[in-house]
Each structure stands twice: as C-alpha cells, then as structure tokens.
C-alpha cells in the first residue's frame, strides 16, 4: 500500500517537472525554423501562412502557461490539471500545423497520457471566489485588449502599410489575441511596432493573472459560524486540558471536526493552516482526527501544521507522515511544593517587601469587571503596547477586546495612590485543575521588582484556590538545538533565535520564570517534512502577527 502512495506522489511530481519541461520545450520550438522538407509537405497541403504563423505564436503562448501552472500541477490542482490537459492537446495541435513536429508532439502526447492516467490524483480545490475572479480577469483581458487594439487601430493606421476601417480594426485585434497571429499586419513606424507588440504584451500579462487566480488556495474568510463556535465550546470545556484551549475560542480560528467529540482550531495564511496544539477530544480519536485534518488540507491545497503541541501523540502525528520538532519548553509551577521561604527565594523575599513597604499591593478581581476598572486596564494596555511599537498578538494568546476581559479574572497592581499600574488575566484549563495567565501588562514607568511582586501573589492566590498547577507559558526556542547531537532543524531553529533575540529577549523572559522555579515540559511544531519548514515556519509568524508580521519585525 505505502508502494502504490509513493509511486502515485512521484508520479504527481514528476509529472509537474516534465510539464515544466515541455512549456520551455514550446517556448524553444515557437522560435526555431522549421525543417524545409516538412514545410514543403504543409505547403502542398494547402496550409496557410497565417494558419502556420498562428500556430507557432499558439505553441509559444501554450508554452508560457504550461510554466505557469506546472506548480499547480505540484500541489495536486483539479483545475490546473484541467487546464493543462487542454493545453496539451492545444499544443500538440500548434505543432503540427507550424511544422510537423512530430517529436514535439509527441512528448505533448505522452505527457497527455500521464495525465489522464493520474488525473484521481489532482483532487485539490482551488478557491472559489479566486476561480470566478479569474474568469472575469479572463473576460475583462479580452474585453479590454479588444478596445484597446480597436480603438488603436483604427485611430493610428497611418502607422501601418494597410488603413483600418472599424470593421477590420476589431477583426485585427481578435486574430492577434486570440488567434495569436498576424495576417499581413506591417507596421511603417517604430511606434506602429510598439503598438502591435503591446497587444501581445497585454494579452499575456492579463491571461498569466487569470491562471494564477483560477489555482490560487483556498482562503477562509469567515473563521466560523456561530453554530461551529459553539459546537466547539462544548467540546472545549469538555475535553480542553492545556493552556492552550481558551485561545481556541478566539475569534481568530477557524474550526475541523474530526469526529463527534473532537475539535482542531486552526487559522489559515495563504498555503499554510496553523492547528493550535493538538485535536482537543477524547484520546481515541486522535489518530482519526489528525488524517482527516491533514486529508482537508490535501483538498484545500493547504500545507497542514500543529504548533505547540504536547509529547503526548508524537507517535500518532509520525505514523501519519508528519515530524516533529522542539520550539521551546512550556514553564509549569507546582503549587504544592511552590514558597518563598528558602536561601534561593531571597531575593523575591526581598521584592516583595520593598514593594509593600512602598504601599504597593495587589488584589484579585473576579468577574465581570465594572466598567471604570475596564477603562483603566485600556489605558495600560495601551501605553504597554506603544513601548513597544506594535500591534497586539493573536493565535496562541489573548488581545485586549473587551467582553474576554471584563469575563475573565485579572491581577492588579496598585499604586500607594491606589491606582493601577499593572495587571494580567488568568484562564482556567477546563478538565485540567491548573490556572494560566494571559495578557501581561504594565506601564513602562512602573519600578523595579513590580511584575515579580505581581507574579508571587498570583501563584499565592492560586494555591489558596486549590489549583494544582500554575503555567507560565512557553518560553519559545530558549534551549532548543544548544546541545551538538540536538537535530539540525533544532540547531537552525536556535541560530534563528539568537539573532531574533536582539529584538525580542526570549532568554530575558525565560530567566524571568526561571524565578519561579518551575519544571519544563517540552512543546513540538508538527509539520509535513522538511521541505515544508520555511512555509509552516511563515504561517506560524503570520498568525501570531498578521501578513505584515516583517513590517512589525523590522519596525521594531
């Protein structure tokens, strides 16, 4: 069985090289003469000029298209192999009529054939709105370029050897764009030579456009219904056990059932869809989970990724073909055993008591938050995400949208004055009795020490609730690929770091949890091979951060 898979995925890409191959072999052949003694055998058989003339521009523009959707043919797309098994009839066609070139047609014939043989393997959708703009591009190109050549011809043909009444004006500039050759049509002047090639121009310009539209991916834009939100709630606070499954009810993702219990919230950026940790269900059904979600993605010409996901099903995501790679290490406090007392705790000891000596307290606030609390924690939002001239994150973690954080329990810091300086959100894992933190907020002039005083009352807080556990989130890339026998992918991940890390201080942060000491559990980025990391590893950003996430980086 795994045999016949691999032989049908050499068979699809392979088949997309040659097409490759025999788009420059249309695009050499349009340019080189034909042989004599078979140009007089066209001849005899009364074959036009025009006829031969039009069939070498045919051949040359089936060659351009056959480029273009070569890497449709890659990503299995149903429409590009249409498109393109009609294109190699075409160009067999054109072959023939400009030559008799038999060779040429015949690797057009045997691609054709391989086609049709593999055509149960082109089975990924295009995006529908993308199918219908490129048709109307289709429809505006030769609408636009039949006015433009027109209107040209007919106001300038004193730049060329024959006048153009309006009739022949239009008749001229259909057999130039669709039949792609020129009957008689002799420019007298350099700009009657620029107009005519600017036909041609136009015309390959707008038909390229249209070809790529109709084998675009398919772009989700709407996340999910409301019936699908709430479908997932359900199973979320059924199933959900990891910091993760709050951020799975945002409204950034959309949502694949895998089964009847069993949920995966992802977010789609261009080819790429990004599943936030693994399926959250019942254990049985992830396997069944996991190859339906990455057979969807197959179907949506999507390149399917889990990001941050536990130890727990690595061998599951193996078995179905995908690897698996550590990005970073996931802070755990047990509360439990969690003090301050201890020779390794006096510094916090110390922070502590210099910030309440300064009338600094902290006080927890259930909710619903009243509406001037609301508008105080904007306003320190808001000067926290200024400091640091960007924008708010998504995917992985929570934005500051009011109705999530008036429903959620929030820490804050207060001033001698009594005003907030600084405060975060906590989130409950559902099934899981541990507590985590979200936002994370301050103002830049708030003194030293205050987000550790912030931090040791939160997990004193909830101790004295009875939680288990206490995360603190991942802490991203920091001990990954440090050690010479780490994968390579590990060891690129960590040199990526290091020069990221002048802009973003992930040591700074994981020595802050450090602090605490927690124990570190890894997290993994499952993806397709290796092939795929440079995408899976743009959609992973571009969710976090948005399309202009090297806008924000670079800014920054």
Same mark, same amino acid.
């Given at each position: 069985?795994?045999?016949?898979?691999?032989?049908?995925?050499?068979?699809?890409?392979?088949?997309?090289?040659?097409?490759?191959?025999?788009?420059?072999?249309?695009?050499?052949?349009?340019?080189?003469?034909?042989?004599?003694?078979?140009?007089?055998?066209?001849?005899?058989?009364?074959?036009?000029?025009?006829?031969?003339?039009?069939?070498?521009?045919? =051949?040359?523009?089936?060659?351009?298209?056959?480029?273009?959707?070569?890497?449709?043919?890659?990503?299995?797309?149903?429409?590009?192999?249409?498109?393109?098994?009609?294109?190699?009839?075409?160009?067999?066609?054109?072959?023939?009529?400009?030559?008799?070139?038999?060779?040429?047609?015949?690797?057009?014939?045997?691609?054709?054939?391989?086609?049709?043989?593999?055509?149960? =393997?082109?089975?990924?959708?295009?995006?529908?709105?993308?199918?219908?703009?490129?048709?109307?591009?289709?429809?505006?190109?030769?609408?636009?370029?039949?006015?433009?050549?027109?209107?040209?011809?007919?106001?300038?043909?004193?730049?060329?050897?024959?006048?153009?009444?309006?009739?022949?004006?239009?008749?001229?500039?259909?057999?130039?764009?669709?039949?792609?050759?020129?009957?008689?049509?002799?420019?007298?002047?350099?700009?009657?030579?620029?107009?005519?090639?600017?036909?041609?121009?136009?015309?390959?310009?707008?038909?390229?456009?249209?070809?790529?539209?109709?084998?675009?991916?398919?772009?989700?834009?709407?996340?999910? !219904?409301?019936?699908?939100?709430?479908?997932?709630?359900?199973?979320?606070?059924?199933?959900?056990?990891?910091?993760?499954?709050?951020?799975?009810?945002?409204?950034?993702?959309?949502?694949?059932?895998?089964?009847?219990?069993?949920?995966?919230?992802?977010?789609?950026?261009?080819?790429?869809?990004?599943?936030?940790?693994?399926?959250?269900?019942?254990?049985?059904?992830?396997?069944?989970?996991?190859?339906?979600?990455?057979?969807?993605?197959?179907?949506?010409?999507?390149?399917?990724?889990?990001?941050?996901?536990?130890?727990?099903?690595?061998?599951?995501?193996?078995?179905?073909?995908?690897?698996?790679?550590?990005?970073?290490?996931?802070?755990?406090?047990?509360?439990?055993?969690?003090?301050?007392?201890?020779?390794?705790?006096?510094?916090?000891?110390?922070?502590?008591?210099?910030?309440?000596?300064?009338?600094?307290?902290?006080?927890?606030?259930?909710?619903?938050?009243?509406?001037?609390?609301?508008? %105080?924690?904007?306003?320190?939002?808001?000067?926290?995400?200024?400091?640091?001239?960007?924008?708010?994150?998504?995917?992985?973690?929570?934005?500051?949208?009011?109705?999530?954080?008036?429903?959620?329990?929030?820490?804050?810091?207060?001033?001698?004055?009594?005003?907030?300086?600084?405060?975060?959100?906590?989130?409950?894992?559902?099934?899981?009795?541990?507590?985590?933190?979200?936002?994370?907020?301050?103002?830049?002039?708030?003194?030293?020490? !205050?987000?550790?005083?912030?931090?040791?009352?939160?997990?004193?807080?909830?101790?004295?609730?009875?939680?288990?556990?206490?995360?603190?989130?991942?802490?991203?890339?920091?001990?990954?690929?440090?050690?010479? %026998?780490?994968?390579?992918?590990?060891?690129?991940?960590?040199?990526?770091?290091?020069?990221?890390?002048?802009?973003?201080?992930?040591?700074?942060?994981?020595?802050?949890?450090?602090?605490?000491?927690?124990?570190?559990?890894?997290?993994?980025?499952?993806?397709?091979?290796?092939?795929?990391?440079?995408?899976?590893?743009? !959609?992973?950003?571009?969710?976090?951060?948005?399309?202009?996430?090297?806008?924000?980086?670079?800014?920054?």
């Amino acid at each position: 069985m795994k045999r016949s898979s691999d032989l049908e995925i050499w068979g699809v890409r392979l088949s997309a090289v040659f097409t490759f191959v025999v788009g420059m072999v249309n695009l050499i052949s349009a340019v080189q003469p034909a042989l004599l003694e078979r140009l007089t055998i066209l001849r005899e058989a009364a074959i036009p000029l025009e006829v031969r003339f039009g069939s070498r521009l045919t =051949s040359a523009f089936a060659g351009f298209a056959l480029l273009l959707l070569a890497n449709g043919l890659f990503r299995r797309k149903r429409v590009a192999w249409i498109l393109t098994t009609i294109l190699l009839s075409v160009s067999m066609l054109s072959h023939l009529l400009k030559g008799l070139d038999f060779e040429e047609a015949g690797i057009s014939l045997a691609l054709l054939l391989v086609l049709i043989l593999l055509r149960h =393997s082109f089975h990924a959708l295009s995006d529908p709105p993308s199918i219908r703009q490129g048709i109307l591009v289709l429809v505006g190109a030769v609408l636009f370029t039949l006015m433009y050549g027109t209107i040209g011809f007919y106001l300038l043909d004193r730049h060329f050897s024959t006048p153009f009444n309006f009739s022949q004006a239009v008749r001229q500039t259909l057999m130039m764009f669709i039949a792609f050759y020129d009957p008689g049509l002799q420019p007298i002047t350099g700009f009657g030579r620029y107009f005519a090639d600017s036909i041609y121009v136009i015309g390959l310009g707008t038909l390229g456009f249209a070809l790529l539209m109709l084998i675009r991916p398919v772009l989700v834009r709407q996340p999910a !219904t409301a019936e699908e939100r709430m479908r997932a709630e359900k199973i979320i606070q059924q199933y959900g056990r990891t910091p993760l499954a709050r951020a799975a009810l945002f409204e950034d993702k959309s949502y694949f059932f895998g089964g009847e219990d069993t949920v995966i919230a992802y977010a789609t950026s261009g080819r790429g869809a990004m599943a936030l940790g693994d399926p959250i269900g019942p254990d049985h059904q992830m396997a069944m989970a996991i190859e339906k979600f990455r057979d969807y993605c197959s179907r949506n010409d999507w390149t399917p990724a889990f990001a941050s996901t536990l130890p727990d099903y690595l061998e599951i995501y193996r078995s179905l073909g995908f690897e698996a790679t550590c990005i970073g290490y996931e802070a755990i406090v047990d509360l439990k055993s969690f003090t301050l007392e201890g020779s390794q705790n006096k510094g916090l000891r110390n922070t502590i008591s210099r910030m309440e000596r300064n009338g600094y307290t902290t006080e927890v606030l259930l909710p619903p938050l009243e509406d001037k609390c609301m508008h %105080e924690l904007q306003q320190i939002s808001d000067a926290w995400l200024t400091s640091r001239h960007g924008g708010e994150m998504h995917f992985s973690v929570g934005w500051f949208e009011e109705n999530y954080i008036r429903h959620s329990p929030v820490i804050v810091v207060r001033g001698a004055d009594g005003e907030i300086i600084a405060f975060a959100n906590l989130v409950s894992e559902y099934q899981k009795n541990e507590l985590t933190l979200d936002l994370m907020r301050h103002f830049s002039n708030v003194p030293n020490g !205050t987000m550790d005083f912030l931090f040791v009352r939160m997990l004193q807080w909830a101790k004295q609730q009875g939680y288990d556990h206490f995360s603190l989130g991942l802490s991203a890339i920091v001990g990954v690929g440090e050690k010479p %026998e780490d994968p390579r992918v590990e060891q690129a991940l960590h040199t990526l770091a290091e020069y990221v890390s002048r802009f973003y201080n992930f040591k700074g942060l994981h020595a802050f949890k450090e602090k605490f000491h927690p124990h570190w559990e890894p997290r993994y980025l499952v993806y397709p091979g290796v092939g795929s990391l440079p995408l899976v590893l743009t !959609t992973l950003l571009k969710v976090h951060s948005g399309e202009n996430f090297l806008v924000k980086f670079l800014w920054n």
